[in-house]
């Protein structure tokens, strides 16, 4: 009965390669997020996403490329990967109705690049 | 623009005492106002928030928060802490009239409830 979950956990890789992290919801929403959360445990929205639509990008390399195939799954990934990109990468989701605005969060894809 | 600030990185209480962990935020319009915990290696769990109405909020694990407008502040607050509320508190901002749909999230603060 997982509300958002992420795959892999844990994710360990050479620089220069490329990756993807998958995220997948259960909770019925239309709207799902990508953060960053770097080594000193700052939040940062990456990406956005709304009934698949693009609707926020922050300023991020284009090395990062989302893709929604559908409301209920949002995948980040990730080309030439360097030592900076390591970090916790969190996705998140929450219903654009109603006034709930809450957003609801995955576990966590911990990211290291060595 | 939407900010929010959380000025103590590390915040230390005594079990059954008190807690309060500090936010101040700013933006142009009306806030929508959030907490956030987070447990190692764990992601961000809701506690509560603030759209309209009651300053005081209640949330999750006897949690509870009050906006006030004048100070721009919405500080977290928990009457008896537990050893288990040990964990990183984030406070997170949106401009209910902002063109902008995200989240701002502070820095955290690392809250530790000593035995």
């Known amino acids: 009965d997982t509300a958002v979950s992420q795959t892999p956990k844990y994710l360990v890789t050479q620089m220069g390669n490329d990756k993807s992290i998958k995220c997948e919801q259960n909770?019925?929403?239309?709207?799902m997020y990508w953060y960053k959360q770097d080594s000193k445990k700052f939040l940062k929205i990456m990406f956005s996403y709304n009934n698949k639509e693009l609707i926020i990008n922050e300023t991020v390399p284009n090395r990062f490329s989302p893709k929604s195939p559908d409301k209920a799954h949002l995948n980040l990934h990730i080309n030439s990967l360097e030592l900076g990109d390591s970090a916790v990468y969190f996705c998140?989701?929450?219903?654009?109705?109603?006034?709930?605005?809450?957003?609801?969060f995955g576990p966590g894809t911990r990211l290291t690049v060595t | 623009a939407q900010s929010v600030a959380q000025p103590e990185d590390q915040v230390n209480v005594a079990e059954g005492n008190p807690l309060t962990v500090k936010c101040t935020y700013s933006?142009?319009?009306?806030?929508?106002l959030f907490w956030y915990v987070q447990y190692p290696n764990r992601g961000l769990q809701f506690l509560l928030k603030?759209?309209?109405?009651?300053?005081l909020v209640k949330g999750s694990y006897g949690f509870e928060a009050e906006f006030n407008k004048s100070q721009t502040s919405f500080h977290l607050k928990k009457p008896s802490a537990l050893v288990s509320d040990s964990a990183l508190y984030f406070c997170a901002v949106r401009d209910a009239s902002g063109s902008a749909r995200q989240l701002t999230f502070g820095s955290g603060t690392q809250l530790t409830v000593l035995p």
């Open positions: 603030y759209i309209t109405g009651d300053n």
């Open positions: 909770l019925g929403h239309d709207t």
């Open positions: 998140a989701s929450r219903l654009s109705s109603g006034a709930t605005y809450e957003q609801y």
């Open positions: 933006v142009s319009g009306n806030p929508y």
